[in-house]
Structure formats: C-alpha cells, structure tokens
C-alpha cells in the first residue's frame, strides 16, 4: 500500500490530487473543532447519556461523527444523515418503480438519484438538528446569554447543525471530483481515524488504573488488533468466482466468442451496511428509554431492561450478531438478482459449464450465493461482537476493537488503493506501440 502512494506521489497530476484530498480533509477536521454557540459542551455527553455505555443512538452517532457529536461542534451530525437517506433511498429503489427505472439508466438516472439522495439528506437533517435542539435544551445544556431570547438560540443551533451536515455533503462531492476516491467515505474515514488517538490514550489509562493483571493484557490486544485488520483485508478481498463459458458464433467471416470468464460473488458483498443496520435497531431500546428518563442506574424494571440491551450485555450480543446475519441476506438479495443474471448469461451465449441455461443457471447462482452470503454474515457478525466478548472476559471497558471501525477504515484504505492503482494503470499502460 505504502509503494502505491510513494509511486502516485511521482506523478504530479495524481499528486495533486492526494494534496486536494487532505486539504479537503482538513477543513473538516477544521470544522468538527468549531462550536455551536450556546451549548454548555461540557454537559453533552453526559446529558445524552454516553457517559453511562448503555449503547444508546446518540453513542452510535458520536462514533461516526468522530466525536463531534459529544463535543457539540459545527459537525455534529457528520454525515449521518446522508448515510441515513442512501440507505432509505437504496431500500425505496427495491419498492418503488420509479426509482427502480432511474437506477437502470445509467449515469443519468445514478445523478438524478442522488440529487433525491440529496434532498431527503436535507430534510433528514433538518428533523434531526431539531430533534437534538429539543434533547439538549430538554437537558440545560443551551444556554441563553443577556441579549438573546430562546428562538434565536434555536435558529442559531439548528441552522450550525443543518449547515454543517450541508457542507460535510459538498466537501464529499469535491473529494469525489477532484480528489481520491470516494468523498463520503474519506470523510466517514476521517472521522473514524481522528479518535484512534484519544481511544488509545483512555484504553492505556484503563490498563494502568487495574496494575500488572491488565498490563499483561497489552501485547494480547496489539495481537488482536493486528489479526483481526488480516482478517478484514482477507474477507473484504476474498470471492467466489463462478467458471463461465461463452459459445462461439460466426458473424459473416469472423468468428466470435468461445472466451472463459467469471462470475465473483464477494464474500463481503455487502461490506459494513448490515452492521449498521443491526446498530441502528439494537440502539433504539436504550434511546426510547434515555427521553423518559430511565439511564439503567436504578433497580426498577425499565432500569433491568435498559442493562439487557447495553453493549456490555450477552443478550445484546447475541441479538446484534442475529440481526447482522438477517440484514446481511436482506442486503445481498436486494442487490443480487440471481435470475437476472442467468437471463443476461443466456442473451450472450454464455454457460456455465454442467447447468443448463434459464432456471437451472439461476438455482445454482442462488445456491453459491446463499453459502457465500453466510460465510460473510458470521464474518461480520464476529468482528462486530468480539468487542463485546473481549470487555465481558478481559473486564476492560471502553475497546473500539472490530465492528464499524475496522470494517470502515480498512475498506476504505483498500477502495482508496484501488483507486490509485487504476489510475496509474491508466496513464502506464503499454499499447501497441511498445
């Protein structure tokens, strides 16, 4: 990877490139250190109850947005909301036809899509800058200095948070066209990757407050860290290829066809989407509690309910690695159309080699698919649960091992290298004239 960006470095349209890209990733990084005016920062997090671990949705959201969220800064929101109207806009696809034609336009109908994606991101936005404007005020964590009434305090704050998620999606766009790779992802990145240091600061602080037991357990989790990135390389990398063979046929005097190809089915197909989807819903039950008031401190029923779906929680376990698996096929089959591709083998003389073309190409495609997808899902499901088996065993809060994280970065890193290794290609290719 590090011979990729040193041999791009070489090339000074490429390099100017990866200079734009960081230059875009600093604004933002800029931007996520800029405070929304009357907010009490320092009673975010524990007014929105990430203080306690208990997995909530606004934990979720302070792990993609970098920690901007706990910090009530202009980036607050990141692009959660973006995230959220692709995967609304992705499902509706499936539904709708409308949007099922606009997806199978091509480039046209992909722009026109995403200027929708756009928009429901902005009203998305919109509703939860308010919906966090009410929380906080709810919490006397908005302060309202002499001079200032609560309607221009709330129009001030929504207006930050809205702007920002506003800005984060046009500085994604200007990575796309003029930078590296894709924009939403380095930013997404980005995010990740600026709390590594301050995770590592706290986990050593927690080794160090329980003496030699836990400093033993140092050189295991650099072990772990470094097994489960090869794991991640591996599983994102790793497909199923599918022999297909094309007939020959005679068009006037040439004769075309006769090649052998591939079919690859990614074992991570659907990359880190189930995850989020799992976190999305195992988040909800601590959340609807945290606006009635119930923090799983006391010793009521609510209380006990609230502790069964906090992350440090086997049954949450057990549940977030059920629902990975659910999603992972409900994701994979709306993107994989086994039949679709069996017609489209059949239009272009294509077999595979021992099925028949039609119905029993498409069994076959659906039958490696299905043993894919669910070697995929536990692979999934493992890396986002072992975090939480590591705590229950080791007793050490606070790991940010696996899961989002590892996944976002590491699929980022390989899609960033892919990208500079196709342009390279590109302006080093050997034509004929060599």
Not at 4 to 14: E, G, I, M, S, T
Not at 378 to 395: H, M, R, T, V, Y
Not at 410 to 425: A, D
Request: hydrophobic share 50%; aromatic share 12%; proline share 3%.
């Amino acid at each position: 990877m590090f011979e990729v960006f040193r041999n791009a470095w070489k090339l000074a349209d490429l390099r100017k490139k990866i200079l734009y890209t960081l230059f875009i990733i600093l604004i933002f990084r800029l931007g996520a250190s800029i405070f929304v005016p009357f907010l009490n920062t320092d009673r975010i997090s524990s007014v929105l109850g990430m203080d306690s671990g208990g997995g909530n949705l606004f934990s979720y959201w302070d792990q993609m947005t970098g920690g901007s969220l706990s910090n009530g800064t202009l980036f607050a929101m990141s692009i959660t909301p973006y995230i959220n109207a692709s995967i609304i806009i992705q499902l509706l696809t499936v539904a709708i036809k409308p949007l099922e034609r606009l997806a199978k336009e091509g480039d046209e109908g992909r722009k026109k899509l995403n200027k929708i994606n756009k928009l429901v991101a902005l009203g998305l936005a919109i509703f939860q800058a308010v919906a966090f404007y009410i929380t906080l005020r709810n919490g006397d964590v908005v302060k309202y200095p002499d001079g200032f009434d609560g309607v221009i305090s709330a129009i001030a704050i929504v207006g930050c948070f809205v702007a920002g998620a506003s800005l984060i999606i046009w500085l994604g766009d200007q990575i796309s066209e003029k930078g590296i790779g894709n924009g939403i992802s380095m930013i997404l990145f980005a995010g990740i990757v600026s709390r590594i240091p301050g995770d590592v600061i706290g986990l050593f602080r927690t080794i160090s407050a329980g003496g030699m037991k836990n400093a033993i357990l140092v050189p295991i989790i650099l072990i772990i860290y470094v097994a489960m990135i090869t794991l991640v390389v591996l599983m994102t990398n790793a497909e199923r290829k599918i022999p297909v063979q094309y007939a020959k046929r005679v068009v006037g005097r040439k004769m075309y066809g006769g090649q052998s190809s591939y079919i690859p089915i990614k074992v991570a197909m659907s990359g880190v989407m189930p995850i989020i989807f799992a976190m999305s819903i195992m988040s909800l039950p601590s959340t609807i509690c945290f606006f009635f008031g119930i923090d799983g401190q006391g010793t009521s029923f609510w209380d006990g309910f609230v502790k069964l779906f906090s992350t440090s929680s086997w049954l949450y376990a057990v549940l977030y690695f059920l629902l990975i698996i659910g999603f992972n096929y409900f994701y994979v089959a709306i993107q994989y159309n086994p039949i679709q591709i069996a017609n489209d083998l059949k239009k272009n003389n294509g077999a595979i080699p021992g099925y028949r073309p039609g119905q029993p190409t498409a069994d076959f495609i659906n039958n490696s698919l299905s043993k894919v997808t669910l070697i995929g899902a536990i692979f999934l499901g493992f890396i986002a649960i072992f975090p939480i088996i590591f705590q229950n065993l080791s007793g050490i809060q606070g790991l940010s091992l696996g899961g989002t994280t590892i996944l976002i970065v590491v699929g980022v890193s390989l899609e960033t290298v892919r990208s500079l290794e196709s342009q390279m290609m590109m302006r080093h290719h050997k034509g004929f004239l060599e």
